[in-house]
């Protein structure tokens, strides 16, 4: 009795778990049966025991042994020969894993393969990566998950570094040859609006005021319009009559041959009169001729019952000079108003006769605001040298122009031939700054938000240094990154990080 007892007592206390265990095992509907069992819902087999840790399954797919086993399936047939207990076992796409992340046979996705540890920190793969590459191969346009450092200055700091940005350039030319060059307006690009004739001036404009095309400059009333205007009037007149006369002695001579006869005196006043009228056209048309150049550039208005001159931008430009005073009167041929094209402007600078180097193509850098900008453009060299300065003019034709720029800004000019640099893009030296051992540059990301990016840096030429690690349309920090880096976080702070992508995009937060 107490031997039954006893066993029913541990009957019971054994069918209370299993209930329990039972109640928290759900794989579908309907299933109440214990992680030992075999058989589970949507055709599922286990052949093991469901205590091993996070074991997790997702429609009908099957496990045919523990987690630790060499025959784990996954979804999408991803197989995995190594245990589920490495950190951070995760991929994407199905792509294989055939080792532990810390080894040298890491498989990454298209076949790449990794030969260093996934947790080296500021691991920026594509033109941005700041490890090292020996042995180090990823598909094109993959990112590492590395982290790359952000640092923030507001408006106030920027201001006070008086920060400058410039465009990363292209990578298929070295640059050979650095040089300075101010901005001009050449004489090509200059416009003068003289008096067509003499008259009262009234302006409409003032020095230095940027105009567009179609924008009235100034207006006239002249005597000389005047009188060319009443000359048309007075001739019309008499041509109208003289028409009218015409057309009287040909109603008479009409008749006269209706009643078979003809007068001598008709025929002859008739002949008068149309060659006066033909007389008349002749003197019109040089009046209109002397009109027109009379208010040659202008367009003529009535105002107030007075013909005035209207006269008119003929494209965008800037006042340079005004040659008259307001109200004034001007005779024939006196300049009014100059203006500069400013999408005419040129960069002009010298460069030594003597030690012109071999170069294709040109370059400017043209500061605009906070930012240096980089412009494409044509160039030309003078053919002979200045006997008194031994150089020579070299002359560059922006194919744009930033807004608000003025002539006589300074340029940079970069001289760049076509070969081979291996990668290594030309930066300014004021650009790479040291931080601990390492070259950094500091790459703009957004507004007040700059990523600090390790490179590669060669020796420096010219003002200007050789680098690898940037993608070309970056925007660089050339002036005041070596202030930049004494706000990045200190260890033990918390850093802002993100990563670049292969076409230099940058995205805050890890890589996934």
């Not at 393969?113 to 920026?124: F, G, K, L, N, P």
């Not at 601990?436 to 590669?456: L, Q, S, T, Y």
């Not at 690690?469 to 920090?477: A, C």
């Not at 004494?486 to 702070?493: A, L, R």
């Amino acid at each position: 009795m107490k031997l039954t007892h006893l066993f029913g007592i541990a009957f019971t206390l054994c069918s209370a778990a299993m209930v329990s265990k039972a109640e928290e095992h759900v794989h579908g509907p309907g299933c109440t049966h214990d992680h030992a069992a075999a058989e589970h819902e949507h055709g599922e087999s286990c052949t093991h025991d469901h205590a091993a840790a996070e074991h997790k399954h997702e429609h009908g797919e099957s496990c045919t042994h523990d987690h630790a086993a060499t025959e784990h399936k996954h979804e999408h047939g991803e197989s995995c020969t190594h245990d589920h207990a490495a950190a951070e076992h995760k991929h994407e796409h199905g792509e294989s894993c055939t080792h532990d992340h810390a080894a040298a046979e890491h498989k990454h996705e298209h076949g790449e393969s990794c030969t260093h540890d996934h947790t080296a920190v500021e691991h920026v793969h594509g033109p941005g990566c700041t490890h090292d590459h020996a042995g180090h191969q990823h598909a094109p346009g993959e990112s590492c998950g590395g982290e790359v450092v952000i640092v923030e200055a507001d408006a106030r700091a920027r201001d006070l570094m008086n920060m400058r940005v410039e465009t990363v350039p292209e990578l298929a030319e070295v640059l050979v040859h650095s040089l300075y060059g101010f901005l001009i307006t050449p004489d090509h690009a200059m416009q003068t609006y003289a008096l067509p004739c003499g008259g009262r001036i009234t302006l409409h404009v003032k020095s230095a005021q940027s105009v567009k095309k179609g924008d009235l400059l100034y207006s006239l009333q002249s005597p000389d319009i005047m009188e060319q205007q009443a000359e048309v009037i007075k001739i019309n007149a008499e041509m109208e009559r003289c028409q009218a006369e015409i057309g009287i002695l040909e109603e008479r001579r009409t008749e006269l041959a209706t009643a078979g006869t003809r007068n001598k005196d008709l025929e002859v006043t008739l002949a008068t009169k149309k060659a006066e009228l033909t007389r008349q056209k002749a003197e019109l048309s040089a009046v209109e001729a002397r009109l027109s150049m009379l208010t040659l550039g202008g367009t003529m208005q009535q105002k107030d019952g007075m013909t005035v001159l209207e006269v008119r931008a003929a494209a965008d430009g800037t006042v340079r000079n005004i040659g008259v005073t307001q109200g004034s009167w001007g005779e024939q041929g006196k300049p009014v108003v100059t203006m500069s094209n400013v999408a005419e402007m040129e960069i002009a600078t010298s460069i030594y006769g003597s030690d012109v180097p071999h170069f294709s193509a040109v370059r400017a850098t043209i500061p605009a605001g906070r930012e240096q900008v980089a412009v494409e453009g044509s160039w030309r060299l003078a053919e002979e040298v200045d006997a008194a300065t031994r150089t020579r003019e070299l002359y560059f034709n922006p194919a744009t122009i930033p807004a608000n720029v003025q002539p006589g800004q300074l340029c940079r000019l970069d001289l760049y031939d076509a070969c081979d640099n291996h990668g290594k893009i030309s930066i300014p030296d004021s650009a790479v700054v040291k931080v601990g051992v390492d070259d950094v540059v500091f790459v703009e990301i957004g507004e007040g938000k700059f990523a600090m990016v390790k490179v590669h840096a060669d020796t420096s030429r010219r003002g200007m240094t050789p680098v690898s690690g940037l993608t070309p349309g970056q925007k660089i920090v050339v002036k005041g990154g070596y202030e930049l880096k004494y706000i990045i976080p200190g260890d033990g702070e918390k850093k802002k990080a993100g990563h670049f992508h292969a076409d230099g995009v940058f995205h805050e937060g890890e890589d996934h």
